[in-house]
């Protein structure tokens, strides 16, 4: 294993934090046992040269990987089913009842590989039924890593992954992509977009959103990010709009205009 020296640690754990928020300065063991593999393979013998080739690829790729190991995108389809039950019983009606222009604006921030946008979407097109086509639902999602990105875009997971999902939704939602895997139908595909979105960014959306997901997310920020994070989510949410964390998460410690809904669920007031 490549030893991780001081000035290295400062060196990632600051550009990490300044650029992205992830507060990584208690996790000098997780940085070294995450990276010193991938270093070796690149052909460094020191994390120094290889952060500095991270810094200077144009492309993104390589800090995208760097975020992507230091960090865990693990998510499932229906994980912490109570809040899609909530979203499908009091969010959907909510807008279906008080919006008049027919568009509904959902937002999955840190939408992983997928799985949470796509179950919004079937939600959404189960709840829509006949009147689909009256409305522009397309839900935003949005990551830092292009790499998970690249897979949520694909659309395709294998049947294991797909053992919680109801045969219904199998069956109107996924097609056979290969003997192991299943691919989202292209309908569902398109009602979802895409993007490289970093939440340290300024947030310039032409509406306001009904509802916005960042689950398990702001785990890795430190106080004042979170303070300015939920801020700029409370702002991009029009009057009785909700906002989910992950269950494990709460806003308690955080300054915040929210209302307090239920665990992990909260509501930009009318």
Not at 30 to 42: A, D, F, K, M, T
Not at 49 to 62: A, G, P, Q, W
Not at 132 to 156: E, F, H, P, Y
Not at 185 to 194: D, F, H, L, N, S
Request: hydrophobic share 30%; glycine share 4%; net charge positive.
């Amino acid at each position: 294993m490549i030893k991780l020296k001081e000035d290295e640690f400062q060196a990632i754990t600051t550009y990490v934090h300044s650029n992205y928020g992830v507060d990584l300065r208690k996790k000098r063991h997780l940085i070294e046992g995450r990276l010193s593999h991938y270093v070796s393979q690149l052909g460094y013998d020191n994390y120094m040269d290889y952060f500095e080739y991270v810094k200077t690829d144009k492309k993104n790729d390589e800090i995208s990987v760097l975020i992507n190991k230091l960090t865990t995108n693990h998510t499932y389809f229906l994980r912490e089913s109570e809040h899609f039950d909530f979203y499908k019983q009091q969010v959907l009606p909510w807008v279906d009842e008080t919006t008049k222009t027919k568009d509904l604006r959902v937002w999955s921030a840190g939408c992983s590989s997928g799985q949470e946008p796509y179950t919004l979407a079937m939600i959404t097109h189960d709840y829509l039924g006949s009147k689909l086509n009256s409305w522009d639902s397309t839900i935003l999602a949005s990551d830092i890593s292009d790499r998970v990105l690249m897979t949520a875009k694909s659309g395709v997971y294998s049947k294991e992954e797909l053992s919680k999902i109801p045969m219904e939704w199998k069956r109107k939602y996924f097609k056979d992509y290969d003997e192991e895997y299943l691919s989202v139908t292209e309908p569902i595909r398109k009602g979802v977009a895409y993007r490289n979105f970093n939440l340290l960014s300024r947030f310039q959306f032409k509406k306001p959103f009904h509802a916005i997901f960042c689950r398990n997310v702001m785990i890795y920020f430190d106080k004042p990010t979170k303070n300015s994070v939920v801020q700029k989510f409370y702002d991009a949410l029009t009057p009785g709009g909700y906002f989910f964390i992950g269950q494990s998460e709460s806003l308690a410690s955080v300054d915040h205009n929210f209302k307090y809904v239920k665990p992990s669920i909260y509501q930009k007031e009318s």
